[in-house]
């Protein structure tokens, strides 16, 4: 549809809290009309409370934005798309075994629709890809994952990190997605020469305009 917009939306943190609400808003306006809305529970669809994520999730956007979202894996055609919390790992091994991957980097090639990633999935947009459940609950050495590099149809080198001022450790230092400063310094080193890091704080979003290629 050439008079749909083409916007990607990432999101550092509460992408179903009252903090992000205007800017869930601010993007399903351009839409206008009823838009197919489709959430994608890929990220946490492990989990044993995985259909009430999905509930609590369908009422936010519902009550706060005014959208009715579907749950599922079919995206091809669907206005908005918009997936959230959970595992990046346990995301990318299934999309880039399904048609998912391609259908999510040709919406934003094709500069068409609506499209949200927060949290974990905010963490597979880009070049590489944070592992962070391995790394900082299960003890893993510091790695990347390879994303999905959204990004490099804007010309944008980058690894997500969201959750980048976390302070939930306290004692400890969770910021940059609970990799602290030690691991992000070593795992920067391991990035192409023309890569860097975009660091998204949370309750905050990059909205990139893709047909003004604006951000």
């Keep these: 549809m050439q008079d749909r917009p083409g916007v990607l939306v990432l999101m550092g943190s ?119 459940y391995e790394i900082y609950k299960v003890g893993a050495d510091p790695h990347w994952r390879e994303g999905l590099d959204l990004l490099g149809a804007l010309g944008v080198r980058v690894a997500v990190i969201p959750h980048y001022d976390n302070a939930e450790g306290g004692t400890h230092d969770t910021r940059y997605c609970y990799l602290g400063e030690r691991r992000l310094a070593f795992l920067e080193r391991l990035l192409p020469p023309d890569a860097a890091v975009l660091g998204i704080d949370e309750h905050t979003a990059v909205v990139f305009d893709l047909r003004a290629e604006s951000v």
């Design 14 to 132: 509460g992408e179903t809290s009252p903090t992000m609400v205007e800017v869930h808003r601010s993007v399903v306006r351009r839409l206008g009309g009823r838009p197919r809305a489709v959430l994608l529970d890929t990220p946490y669809a492990f989990q044993e409370n995985a259909a009430d994520i999905s509930s609590r999730a369908r009422r936010y956007f519902a009550r706060s934005v005014g959208l009715d979202v579907e749950v599922g894996t079919e995206i091809a055609g669907a206005d908005w798309v918009f997936s959230g919390p959970g595992s990046p790992t346990f995301a990318l091994d299934r999309w880039t075994a399904t048609p998912v991957a391609a259908e999510l980097r040709g919406r934003v090639r094709a500069r068409d629709g609506v499209t949200v990633l927060a949290s974990a999935a905010a963490c597979t947009a880009g070049i590489a890809a944070v592992p962070v």
